[in-house]
């Protein structure tokens, strides 16, 4: 498969801060990218570079084998959408769409004729004559994005859009995203602080911190493989426990917590004897009170409280030592009797959870 955009050991330099420090990665032709990273950690300097608003300190860009340095932002094949969307309000939905082609010199009639084409590919037909006052936030958001994929651009840059969206929105904007991206098959580049839209949207995840890549890869590496400390913790939610490796074993070692309990885990990378280490574990993988306890690591732990939210409900525990954990309470199994007070058992596999040597 062609890539779309090839970036080659990218810095960007503030005189003695480095926002993007030696960055390289291919996208390729047709997919959706996210960069996924904290506020600060470079994702939109990289973004800004990438559109020519900003010159690399050092490195390559590529689009579709072309070098791009030295490009100014209005010959490259990119487009950016930011996260305030910028559409002009004193005109039509078919007049902001259609304004860049005005600008190209294009004809009245073309212009027309590629409008009504990209609003049916964005699913808003017939919308051409309507004010953008008239329009709800999701369909701004089209708009948007069809002003951009009528220019036909190699890639599609996205800064944060959804972030001016209410929760609600957000999550239905994340599903009509990645639809239209399969359907009109433009190369997007995404970036976002918010993991579940870089891991519901993304064919490739690059996660982002201090001016660097952490580990790219697909949302489900990412979530089941972190590579770093770091990943484990920004991709979804964990528990942490701190401790000692007591035994290394086949594959896994033996962990005691600095509470005192005893885990067998996987690890990252082999772990010797007595080096500090710290286990993640996704609330989902512990299982409340096992009827099979065999190979699981098991504990008792005091349900605080009952987080209800609907099919993502979760219990907020803690050990008889005060240490703090998230439980999920799965939806096929029933479990109205628990209250808050109640001591329950709780277990997990030792191939649901991985361990780190401390960064500390």
């Not at 291919?26 to 470079?42: A, K, M, N």
């Not at 259609?98 to 212009?111: A, S, T």
């Not at 999701?138 to 948007?144: I, L, P, S, T």
């Not at 703090?324 to 628990?338: A, G, S």
Request: proline share 5%.
């Amino acid at each position: 498969m062609n890539n779309d955009l090839s970036i080659r050991n990218m810095v960007k330099r503030f005189g003695d801060f480095t926002a993007v420090d030696d960055v390289t990665f291919d996208v390729p032709e047709g997919s959706f990218f996210s960069i996924l990273g904290p506020s600060g950690c470079g994702k939109t300097t990289l973004l800004r570079m990438i559109a020519g608003f900003e010159e690399p300190t050092s490195g390559d860009i590529e689009i579709r084998g072309q070098n791009m340095l030295g490009v100014p932002p209005n010959l490259r094949p990119v487009n950016l959408v930011f996260q305030h969307l910028a559409l002009f309000p004193m005109m039509n939905v078919a007049e902001n769409i259609g304004f860049g082609l005005k600008r190209r010199g294009m004809g009245n009639k073309e212009i027309r004729s590629r409008t009504e084409a990209i609003l049916e590919r964005v699913d808003l037909p017939d919308f051409g004559e309507k004010q953008i006052n008239q329009l709800s936030g999701g369909q701004k958001q089209r708009v948007a994005i069809a002003r951009c994929l009528v220019l036909e651009p190699s890639v599609l840059l996205l800064d944060e859009p959804l972030g001016a969206l209410d929760l609600k929105l957000r999550e239905q904007m994340k599903v009509e995203l990645k639809k239209l991206q399969t359907t009109v098959g433009t190369t997007f580049v995404y970036i976002t602080h918010d993991q579940s839209e870089a891991l519901v949207m993304s064919d490739q995840v690059a996660v982002m911190n201090h001016g660097r890549f952490e580990q790219l890869g697909t949302p489900q590496e990412l979530y089941g493989q972190p590579e770093t400390p770091f990943v484990a913790q920004f991709v979804g939610d964990n528990n942490i426990w701190h401790g000692t490796v007591s035994q290394s074993l086949e594959g896994l070692v033996l962990i005691t917590t600095d509470e005192g309990y005893s885990f067998q885990t996987k690890t990252n990378a082999p772990l010797k004897d007595g080096v500090k280490a710290d286990l993640f574990l996704r609330p989902e993988a512990m299982i409340i009170e096992p009827k099979n306890t065999v190979g699981l690591n098991i504990f008792s732990v005091i349900v605080k409280s009952i987080l209800f939210d609907g099919a993502n409900s979760r219990l907020l525990t803690t050990t008889k030592e005060d240490h703090e954990l998230i439980v999920t309470l799965p939806q096929n199994r029933k479990f109205d009797y628990i209250e808050p007070g109640n001591e329950i058992s709780v277990g997990w596999h030792p191939e649901s959870g991985i361990c780190f040597a401390s960064e500390d």
